[in-house]
């Protein structure tokens, strides 16, 4: 969490990122369902993807390089912002439409499910996505196929400006589980130790044949939806959301149980920040990609 | 049947040669799966999906809840993921309901991964009218031309529905297969041999020297049957079947166009940025002397009013018509 914490300020700090849609404040969702993840799973993600990418295991210097654009990225940097992918690391990757990835997820747990019993695939989409059909037509067939597909809501509140229940007449996203049979449950996104221990458990149910769950992990995000969006929340509310901070809370609870000393958390800073630097150095000195190139890998 | 067994033929339905093709390919390759409404035991909408289900089992024939989007965006994944799905929406019009997957993710993986992710599938579906109203009957087919990355093909004949879907299946990224309901009961010759239709092939009908006339789909049969009533007068056409529109085959129509002087595109679907635009701006830029005109539908919805579809649609005689028009 300290790394992508990092990583999204260093890059923010660019005047040239483009524009950009920060997990800071949801690092716990994308730390705790990686954390449940095997090797041989495939993780997919929406447009808020750089926590995903990293929490997976990403090399951060590839993901910077992705994100500015540059030849080295895992896509060559013609994905960016919004599609970065390592499908061979377990990233099949992030989709910029909402709610766009979930029936590819669902075309992916079914090759799972025929090719590679045993592995499964994990769908990370937020709340705005669960008021369009993707979701309930990807809950209907993965449902229906049994497909190992752990289905992740990271609910922090908002599409932009407007709040989960003034888009959704469900009581809340897993909420949507109950009708088509599928095991959900609601927890603290802002908890790692919550996310860890749910994921894991309903990760564990699906890779054991008993086909979808669905998590939904209540965060909030710290930043506006992207960067090049306007603030709608109050600064009462910026000021309460900050107080769940996820690191705070993971590094409050290590330091009551003896687990962690200032000393080594202020090691761990230091550490972050310089992979974050370094990234940045790395992406730095990566070439764009040449225009002449264009037309590669269409179709 | 011929003692050659290279030219040995059978004749047979066009979906038959659909099902035929899908069943050497499942047969040749495991990761082959068909997904769609009512392809498994009733066979498909037009029984071109005939005895896969009996033959290969319900998972990889698979009957699906009626919900294009998450099938088609399903299909995608699968093939993303190393499957190679054929899609199977029943008619055209349902396919704007997939076409998110479609163009967002199937012709965009694997440019905007950098190479690292393929989509092998097909996407196959039934166009054009046959009294089923305005939301049964469209040839949107022009729309997906202009789609970086998806290819795009129609056939016409049994042979071509043969070849060009089992191209299909050895493609490397996404296929819009484009079928027809007036061609399912259609007969024709297929070779017993393995014959696939390369992409970006047109195929000359009928030879003639007097007018070029392109089509695609069912339009090429009312193009032969607008050159029957041509031929009767003493004007000859040269009728060429585009067969696959992305990659489109222009040197072959341009070739006829240069030597004729005269192309007229027919399609059932709009003019307005249709197939027949295409075909006639770039074969204009090749054939700067070319008297050109276009048969479409009319710009209006296709009523299952069986007087207001038969107005709304091209017919030979209008297509025999507009070339005389060219010719005179």
Redesign the interface.
Same mark, same amino acid.
């Given at each position: 969490m300290l790394r992508i914490r990092a990583f999204e300020e260093a890059l923010m700090r660019r005047p040239d990122h483009g524009f950009q849609l920060l997990s800071s404040g949801q690092e716990a969702v994308a730390v705790g369902v990686c954390a449940a993840l095997a090797p041989a799973d495939?993780l997919l993600a929406s447009g808020r993807s750089i926590a995903p990418a990293l929490a997976r295991g990403l090399d951060p210097r590839l993901v910077m390089a992705e994100l500015l654009g540059k030849e080295a990225?895992?896509?060559?940097? =013609?994905?960016g912002r919004g599609?970065l !992918?390592?499908? /061979?690391a377990g990233f099949?990757?992030a989709?910029a #439409?909402v709610g766009?990835n979930?029936?590819? !997820? !669902?075309? #992916? /747990?079914? !090759?799972?499910q025929? =090719?590679n019993p045993g592995a499964i695939v994990a769908c990370m989409f937020g709340d705005g996505a669960c008021g369009g059909?993707?979701l309930h037509?990807?809950l209907?067939?993965a449902a229906?196929?049994k497909l190992p597909l752990l289905l992740v809501c990271d609910n922090n509140g908002y599409s932009i400006s407007t709040r989960t229940a003034d888009a959704l007449a469900a009581p809340s996203p897993s909420s949507l589980g109950a009708p088509f049979g599928i095991p959900a449950a609601r927890v603290d996104g802002m908890d790692a130790l919550a996310v860890c221990d749910a994921a894991a458990r309903f990760a564990a149910r699906v890779r054991a044949g008993d086909g979808p769950a669905f998590l939904e992990c209540v965060s909030a995000r710290f930043a506006t939806h992207s960067s090049a969006t306007r603030e709608t929340r109050s600064a009462e509310e910026l000021a309460a959301d900050r107080a769940r901070c996820p690191i705070r809370r993971l590094a409050e609870h290590l330091a009551a149980g003896g687990l962690l000393t200032q000393d080594e958390r202020a090691r761990m800073d230091a550490e972050a920040a310089a992979v974050a630097q370094d990234a940045l150095r790395f992406a730095d000195a990566a070439p764009y990609p040449d225009p002449a190139e264009l037309l =590669?890998? #269409?179709? | 049947m011929s003692a050659d067994a290279a030219t040995a033929m059978r004749k047979v339905f066009f979906r038959e040669a659909i099902a035929r093709a899908l069943r050497e390919e499942m047969e040749r390759d495991a990761s082959v799966i068909v997904l769609g409404q009512d392809v498994g035991r009733y066979g498909g909408a037009y029984k071109e999906f005939a005895g896969l289900f009996d033959r290969f089992g319900s998972a990889r024939v698979r009957d699906t809840p009626v919900a294009e989007s998450a099938m088609v965006g399903l299909g995608v994944g699968a093939a993303a993921a190393g499957l190679r799905p054929l899609v199977a929406i029943t008619y055209m019009d349902f396919l704007m309901l997939g076409l998110d997957a479609l163009v967002n993710y199937a012709a965009k993986a694997r440019y905007k991964t950098g190479g690292q992710l393929r989509v092998p599938m097909i996407v196959k579906t039934t166009a054009g009218a046959r009294g089923q109203g305005v939301a049964h009957s469209q040839c949107i087919e022009a729309w997906a031309m202009s789609v970086p990355g998806l290819a795009v093909v129609a056939p016409s004949t049994p042979a071509d529905a043969y070849g060009l879907l089992k191209t299909s299946l050895r493609h490397e990224g996404p296929v819009l297969f484009v079928d027809h309901k007036r061609l399912f009961p259609t007969p024709g010759n297929v070779s017993l041999e393995e014959t696939p239709v390369p992409f970006g092939k047109a195929n000359v009908c009928r030879a003639g020297n007097d007018a070029t006339v392109v089509a695609h789909g069912y339009m090429c049969r009312v193009a032969l049957e607008a050159a029957e009533i041509l031929a009767a007068s003493g004007a000859s056409c040269e009728v060429i079947d585009l067969r696959s529109l992305a990659p489109l085959d222009v040197a072959t129509v341009a070739a006829s166009a240069a030597r004729t002087g005269v192309l007229v595109t027919v399609e059932e679907g709009q003019s307005v940025c249709g197939v027949g635009t295409e075909v006639a701006f770039r074969v204009r830029e090749l054939v700067p002397a070319l008297r050109v005109a276009r048969v479409a539908a009319a710009a209006a919805p296709v009523s299952s009013n069986p007087v207001l579809e038969q107005a709304c649609l091209p017919d030979a005689t209008g297509v025999a018509e507009t070339v005389r028009r060219l010719l005179s």
């Open positions: 495939q990225g895992p896509c060559k940097g =013609r994905g599609h !992918a390592a499908p /061979a099949f990757g989709h #439409v766009g979930l029936s590819i !997820a !669902a075309g #992916v /747990a079914l !090759a799972m025929l =090719r059909g993707a037509e990807t209907n067939i229906l196929w =590669r890998d #269409v179709g | -």
